[in-house]
């Protein structure tokens, strides 16, 4: 099974914020185009390493990752392919949510 | 009633044995109270600072949501995730201490406090923004009864965990039948 790593600290950005691209250079819906819905496409796994950054807003997590549904991926898909790598739980069973 | 008592050369013999055996049990009892008194107190102590934490997360939520203007929005936001990341932490303290509340209840303080339209640019007051901290003092006081009950479940109260105290009656019951 073919993995792939993305890092929001280390390759994208230690501050993430904001939803839309027009609300900043580290919003959620640049976050999903240029990284989660590549790394979907070309693997089969994708781990995405939440840690590291200088907080998370539900705005950002709920258009990048609740985003994918609306674009039309499947839920059970996204449930099966991705992994989440954090300390906090709560981070997880948050984005988890917005495939509910 | 009457009370078996043993033979007064046997326990002479081994009187020293006894109060050994009472001296040393005695101690291990009195040293795992202390400690568990101890950890308690530090244990709460981070339940008081978790409480504190929740406290910040609203009174930050209240500052971006209700009070900020467009200048001041920015370091808002950046001190409302860092009080929510600081609640973060200390659940999760907590929860290796063996306090642990459901994640989905912090996923909830999060959503209300940096949900919507949280970080937006040029971002404008509205209504919602009233009922946003109406939903957010829900799920903190949601999150601190969890805290609360989740604390007691670890430390229960000591009417019930003193079995031991019946040890005394069992043990003249079995004296009385012997007899």
Request: glycine share 8%; aromatic share 10%.
């Amino acid at each position: 099974m073919d993995d792939g790593m993305i890092s929001i600290a280390t390759d994208f950005s230690r501050s993430p914020a904001g939803r839309f691209i027009s609300d900043g250079p580290a919003s959620g819906e640049r976050f999903r185009r240029d990284f989660l819905i590549p790394g979907l496409q070309r693997h089969d796994r994708l781990v995405v390493d939440l840690d590291g950054t200088r907080g998370i807003g539900s705005s950002f997590l709920e258009e990048a990752f609740g985003g994918l549904v609306r674009l039309g991926f499947s839920a059970s898909e996204l449930m099966r392919k991705f992994v989440f790598k954090t300390k906090d739980p709560s981070l997880e069973s948050e984005i988890r949510s917005y495939w509910k | 009633m009457e009370i078996a008592i043993p033979e007064a050369d046997i326990l002479l013999k081994f009187s020293f044995v006894v109060t050994a055996i009472v001296t040393i049990v005695g101690w291990f009892v009195v040293a795992s109270m202390t400690d568990r008194r101890e950890f308690r107190k530090e244990v709460r102590e981070y339940v008081k600072d978790a409480k504190a934490t929740c406290e910040a997360v609203q009174a930050s939520a209240h500052d971006y949501w209700l009070i900020c203007d467009k200048k001041s929005a920015g370091a808002s936001a950046v001190v409302l995730k860092a009080e929510v990341g600081n609640l973060a932490r200390h659940l999760q303290i907590l929860a290796t201490l063996g306090v642990a509340t459901p994640s989905e209840m912090m996923a909830d303080v999060r959503r209300a406090a940096t949900g919507g339209e949280f970080e937006k640019k040029g971002r404008v007051r509205t209504p919602v923004d009233q009922d946003r901290m109406a939903e957010l003092a829900g799920s903190i006081q949601d999150l601190i009864s969890s805290i609360d009950m989740a604390f007691y479940q670890r430390f229960k109260p000591r009417t019930q965990r003193q079995w031991s105290r019946f040890i005394p009656i069992v043990g003249l019951l079995f004296i009385s039948r012997d007899a």
